[in-house]
């Protein structure tokens, strides 16, 4: 039972390249969601989606690119790396939205990112 | 979401319960409390949630007041493995992400 899966784990980039974090479920699951996670902080809200074909911002979007082709696969595009975008990025998924009880989030086991 | 309250940091005696408390004076009637837990460098994960009912689950009990203002999370036999960050978080109807604040770290301790 998979359920989220990122890759890769870890990666380093140099300021101004680009790159492409994977996250695909296997739940069947509707809403998909990339946060990322600072330092002794709480986790912030980059990009969600409710379907295939439909993405909204979050509270953190400026600086990266999503795209939802097909319910399993949620990608996360870096274009122009910066030092600021260093951090942990998890991506998970939910049946449903939120604020309904029987729909619980499921996360990933995260990307950590450095940008140097 | 409704604003949660949570102490930054708890200690609790391995295989003593733990109870981490959470304010959320400004829940509304049909806003459900939901607690997941990250344990260092991994995911977070959910634990429980509840409405007005106190809730079981093999990993815990949840405790909310009867004018649901505040609840108690309870891990009745803490391992080390619990040490954590809790966070206590209560989505507003069609909200449609959960906003996790720094949450409850806890210790267990030898």
């Known amino acids: 039972n998979a359920g989220v899966t990122q890759t890769p784990k870890f990666r380093i980039l140099k300021i101004g390249q680009s790159m492409t974090l994977q996250c695909t479920q296997d739940m069947n699951h509707n809403y998909m969601y990339w946060y990322r996670q600072d330092p002794g902080m709480g986790l912030k809200l980059i990009y969600y989606?409710?379907?295939?074909?439909?993405?909204d911002k979050g509270e953190v979007p400026n600086g990266y690119n999503v795209s939802r082709s097909t319910t399993e696969d949620f990608p996360l595009r870096l274009e122009l790396a910066a030092p600021s975008q260093t951090s942990v990025y998890f991506c998970a998924s939910s049946q449903g939205p939120l604020a309904v009880a029987k729909n619980i989030q499921y996360f990933g086991a995260g990307t950590r990112l450095s940008v140097l | 979401d409704a604003k949660t309250t949570q102490p930054p940091s708890m200690d609790c005696a391995e295989g003593r319960a733990a109870n981490l408390p959470c304010n959320h004076s400004t829940i509304s009637g049909n806003e459900y409390v939901y607690w997941y837990r990250q344990i260092h460098s991994q995911g977070p994960q959910y634990i429980i949630h509840?409405?007005?009912n106190n809730e079981t689950n093999e990993m815990a009990s949840l405790i909310i007041t009867e004018d649901r203002k505040s609840s108690t999370l309870i891990l009745p036999h803490a391992t080390l493995r619990d040490t954590a960050v809790y966070y206590c978080?209560?989505?507003?109807?069609?909200?449609?992400?959960?906003?996790f604040g720094t949450g409850t770290r806890l210790t267990v301790i030898p």
């Open positions: 978080i209560a989505p507003q109807t069609g909200a449609n992400n959960l906003f």
């Open positions: 509840g409405l007005k």
């Open positions: 989606s409710v379907g295939a074909g439909i993405t």
